[in-house]
């Protein structure tokens, strides 16, 4: 299942049944787990940790150090969960001093050419498109679809369920179970297909719509959010929107 044309490290941790592809490159302290397929030309490098039942295409490398000035040469590591499609020339870099690490859970897709940065952090379930790049420090939420091409600056967050139009350039974060779009990136609504396909209850759907007809209305913030509080309740959903608002409010969100 190893070809012999592929390079791994003596002091490289390999998983059982894992299949490595000519021309792979498996760094000294890389560990995967079992039932991970690296097709050609993949590029794990130190600090990469793997688990189960990956699939790798052909260019992608993970683990490389930051591109950030500041990296000194920090033991970090880029973490990868189970079950995920990492497209052709996917790059992972690992983290810095900031949170010692990168991290893609499980279940994800990141399609052709996708960039993550340092310290970013990927959730589970969620669908990254073609080119899109996301800057150091960067938070997707589970479940999340961005299409392709997308530039996320560096510090923003994505919510759970939210879907971001290809070509988005957002330099603020992007609510839960909405949907974003334009140009200059914009709220367009809630994302009412996604939250069907994943099985929220037309009783539920209504609540957030409710909520967002609020948050997205005129007046101040904290007003707003007494609002949602007050006529619309403590929902988990609805407590999820008003603690995302809260953890991002300093550089702000896409409105």
């Known amino acids: 299942?190893?070809?012999?044309?592929?390079?791994?490290?003596?002091?490289?941790i390999i998983g059982e049944n894992c299949e490595i592809g000519p021309f792979c490159f498996i760094d000294?302290?890389?560990?995967?787990?079992?039932?991970?397929?690296?097709?050609?030309?993949?590029?794990?490098?130190?600090?990469?940790?793997?688990?189960?039942?990956?699939?790798?295409?052909?260019?992608?490398?993970?683990?490389?150090?930051?591109?950030?000035?500041?990296?000194?040469?920090?033991?970090?590591?880029?973490?990868?969960?189970?079950?995920?499609?990492?497209?052709?020339?996917?790059t992972i870099n690992r983290g810095t001093a900031a949170k010692g690490r990168t991290v893609v859970g499980s279940d994800n897709l990141l399609m052709e050419t996708v960039h993550v940065a340092h310290d970013s952090i990927i959730g589970n379930g969620c669908i990254i498109g073609n080119g899109t790049k996301l800057a150091g420090e960067t938070i997707i939420d589970d479940f999340a679809i961005l299409s392709a091409n997308i530039l996320l600056h560096q510090f923003?967050?994505?919510?759970?369920?939210?879907?971001?139009?290809?070509?988005?350039r957002s330099s603020q974060s992007i609510l839960p179970y909405t949907m974003t779009g334009r140009e200059p990136a914009a709220y367009?609504?809630?994302?009412?297909?996604?939250?069907?396909?994943?099985?929220?209850?037309?009783?539920?759907?209504?609540?957030?719509?409710?909520a967002y007809q609020i948050i997205m209305g005129n007046g101040l913030l904290n007003d707003k959010i007494q609002r949602v509080k007050d006529e619309i309740g403590l929902t988990p959903e609805v407590r999820?929107?008003?603690?995302?608002?809260?953890?991002?409010k300093e550089r702000g969100f896409i409105r």
């Open 188 to 210: 367009s609504g809630l994302n009412i297909i996604g939250l069907r396909r994943r099985g929220f209850s037309p009783e539920v759907i209504k609540q957030l719509h409710q």
């Open 28 to 90: 000294k302290n890389v560990v995967i787990g079992d039932n991970n397929t690296l097709m050609n030309s993949v590029t794990l490098l130190s600090g990469t940790r793997m688990g189960s039942g990956n699939i790798i295409f052909p260019g992608a490398v993970i683990g490389a150090i930051p591109q950030d000035l500041k990296f000194r040469g920090e033991d970090t590591t880029a973490e990868i969960g189970d079950n995920n499609k990492i497209r052709e020339n996917v």
């Open 156 to 168: 923003c967050r994505i919510g759970s369920y939210s879907m971001v139009q290809g070509g988005t």
């Open 1 to 12: 299942m190893i070809s012999p044309l592929a390079y791994i490290h003596p002091e490289a």
């Open 240 to 248: 999820y929107i008003l603690d995302f608002i809260e953890d991002v």
